[in-house]
T-cell receptor, first 113, second 112 residues
Framework: DGGITQSPKYLFRKEGQNVTLSCEQN?????MYWYRQDPGQGLRLIYY???????QKGDIAEGYSVSREKKESFPLTVTSAQKNPTAFYLC????????????FGSGTRLTVV | GENVEQHPSTLSVQEGDSAVIKCTYS??????FPWYKQELGKGPQLIID?????GEKKDQRIAVTLNKTAKHFSLHITETQPEDSAVYFC???????????FGSGTRLQVQP
């Protein structure tokens, strides 16, 4: 079955450490996205990528970095520069040049301890 | 800037009643308006969407209406059931960005 997989489901990080969240899709989608979800604030766009080796900043890119070396993969690194990283992170994908019909992963809950 | 306002933030209805969630957007060039349902601990799932050339779309108990002049769109759920309880998000596309901007979400609770 085609889908989008995020791992791990739960992640704990010590302050000052970088951590990478995985997102893999086998839907043959060109576009991939990272959103952050906080209570009462909906989903906020961190980064997105329409094609391999290209990506754009979203509304809250500070303290995050991404790479897009393969069509299937779009990992997100939460760096020590992110002041308040505890949140639920969602990855999504869609066909190229379109935001139509996102498919979301099941999310990663990151907690800084 | 790009913004989608969503109301109410919480909504409680009795089983069998209707529920309505409203969203407004700011870019008159927006042309795609999806609605997502998120169950606890899961990623959102697309339940219905509408494009700017259509005023209304229905899918069984769910309908979405769009008023381009007023720049608002609404989700209507009829004959609500306990399994409709979830968080619902509206979203819109904005000029110059090939990514969705989401509203802040509505927590719908259907009381049996």
């Amino acid at each position: 079955d085609g889908g989008i997989t995020q791992s791990p489901k739960y992640l704990f990080r010590k302050e000052g450490q970088n951590v990478t969240l995985s997102c893999e899709q086998n839907l043959n989608h060109d576009a991939m996205y990272w959103y952050r979800q906080d209570p009462g604030q909906g989903l906020r766009l961190i980064y997105y990528s329409q094609i391999v080796n290209d990506f754009q900043k979203g509304d809250i890119a500070e303290g995050y970095s991404v790479s897009r070396e393969k069509k299937e993969s779009f990992p997100l690194t939460v760096t020590s520069a992110q002041k308040n990283p505890t949140a639920f992170y969602l990855c999504a994908s869609s066909v190229r040049d379109s935001a139509f019909g996102y498919t979301f992963g099941s999310g990663t809950r990151l907690t800084v301890v | 800037g790009e913004n989608v306002e969503q109301h109410p933030s919480t909504l409680s209805v009795q089983e069998g009643d209707s529920a309505v969630i409203k969203c407004t957007y700011s870019d008159s060039a927006s042309n795609y308006f999806p609605w997502y349902k998120q169950e606890l601990g899961k990623g959102p799932q697309l339940i219905i969407d509408i494009r700017s050339n259509v005023g209304e779309k229905k899918d069984q108990r769910i309908a979405v209406t769009l008023n381009k002049t007023a720049k608002h769109f609404s989700l209507h759920i009829t004959e609500t059931q306990p399994e409709d309880s979830a968080v619902y998000f509206c979203a819109a596309t904005y000029t110059g960005r090939r990514a969705l901007t989401f509203g802040s979400g509505t927590r719908l609770q259907v009381q049996p």
